[in-house]
């Protein structure tokens, strides 16, 4: 169940294996941020310490994903999978419809797959892809209820392995408890991990027209092999509404090898407006991941929600 718990991490937050230098596909295609070339930002009176503050106690980004549930969309998911020499060998493409009201909550509008993709069993050839499903597909359907009563992120249940994927995409730089040799480094935030990380925040404009602030924790240059290695967290960017200062995206790019495993892995969420809701609107990953006695696995995805409606 640990190694279960472990890969469900890497899956949705994290590319990876033994660092090859082949230049792979990627999904994302949609440039949404253009950064100023010049920034004002002494009128507003902010520094790192109020970003920090603002990533470390938003409710709002995980709160968009609770809203999703009240709108009828649609969701277009681009799966793709990679051989060794990061060429596609299999592809999954779904155009799901979810239904706020009626009794069909979700309607495959189309539903495809080529290459590589199950077992003649039926289930999976990648667990990444089996945990894809458990995500993104229970998202969909019953997982980001309203209201619902926080887990503690304790002992073996669904409940508490989800706690920890929250923690790790709408809480960072909380520690993941639970799992052997990472928890603590995900804490980017504390005073002992500072002397190896940058802080910095730039003016944007987001998707043509909303002013924002782009929040970059990156691991600083100069620093010895040794200790980026020790490193988990390479790159955490948020993105800040200069309006309300709420989130609207955040990218992380984590990477880290030891005895039991290797991964290095990119994950992007973008948000957008539909009327007065923040929805998700923009999700990519890619990621390998390698433990001991499975297969390594490579994999990337682009998922995106469009014509939300409220019913």
């Given at each position: 169940?640990?190694?279960?718990?472990?890969?469900?991490?890497?899956?949705?937050?994290?590319?990876?294996?033994?660092?090859?230098?082949?230049?792979?596909?990627?999904?994302?295609?949609?440039?949404?941020?253009?950064?100023?070339?010049?920034?004002?930002?002494?009128?507003?009176?902010?520094?790192?310490?109020?970003?920090?503050?603002?990533?470390?106690t938003d409710t709002t980004f995980y709160q968009a994903f609770r809203k999703m549930k009240k709108y009828s969309f649609v969701a277009e998911n681009r799966i793709y999978t990679y051989d060794k020499k990061n060429k596609v060998?299999?592809?999954?493409?779904?155009?799901?419809?979810?239904?706020?009201?009626?009794?069909?909550?979700?309607?495959?509008?189309?539903?495809?797959?080529?290459?590589?993709v199950f077992k003649k069993n039926g289930k999976y050839q990648l667990y990444t892809l089996?945990?894809?499903?458990?995500?993104?597909?229970?998202?969909?359907?019953?997982?980001?209820?309203?209201?619902?009563?926080a887990a503690d992120g304790k002992g073996d249940?669904?409940?508490?392995?989800?706690?920890?994927?929250?923690?790790?995409?709408?809480?960072?730089?909380?520690?993941?408890k639970g799992i052997p040799f990472i928890g603590s480094k995900t804490e980017i935030f504390t005073s002992n991990m500072r002397q190896y990380y940058d802080y910095g925040f730039q003016s944007g404009t987001y998707l043509d027209s909303i002013p924002v602030y782009r929040f970059r924790v990156s691991v600083k240059d100069g620093l010895s092999s040794w200790t980026k290695d020790g490193l988990m967290i390479k790159e955490l960017v948020t993105i800040f509404d200069k309006r309300n200062f709420e989130i609207l995206g955040r990218y992380?790019?984590?990477?880290?090898?030891?005895?039991?495993?290797?991964?290095?892995?990119?994950?992007?969420?973008?948000?957008?407006?539909?009327?007065?809701?923040?929805?998700?609107?923009?999700?990519?990953?890619?990621?390998?991941?390698?433990?001991?006695?499975?297969?390594?696995?490579?994999a990337s995805f682009l998922i995106v929600h469009k014509d939300y409606k409220a019913d």
């Open positions: 169940m640990r190694r279960g718990l472990l890969v469900l991490l890497l899956t949705l937050s994290c590319y990876a294996g033994f660092a090859q230098q082949i230049p792979r596909f990627n999904p994302d295609t949609i440039k949404t941020i253009a950064l100023d070339s010049t920034v004002n930002i002494v009128a507003q009176k902010l520094s790192v310490e109020t970003f920090i503050k603002a990533v470390t060998n299999g592809k999954v493409y779904r155009k799901i419809k979810h239904n706020h009201s009626g009794p069909v909550k979700l309607e495959y509008l189309v539903k495809q797959d080529t290459g590589k089996e945990m894809f499903d458990y995500i993104f597909m229970n998202a969909y359907a019953s997982d980001f209820v309203p209201d619902a009563p249940s669904n409940a508490g392995y989800k706690q920890k994927l929250k923690t790790l995409i709408f809480n960072p730089g909380r520690p993941v992380v790019d984590m990477k880290y090898s030891n005895m039991l495993f290797d991964f290095d892995v990119q994950m992007n969420i973008e948000m957008s407006y539909f009327g007065e809701d923040k929805l998700p609107s923009k999700i990519t990953y890619q990621g390998n991941w390698n433990v001991p006695l499975k297969k390594e696995e490579r």
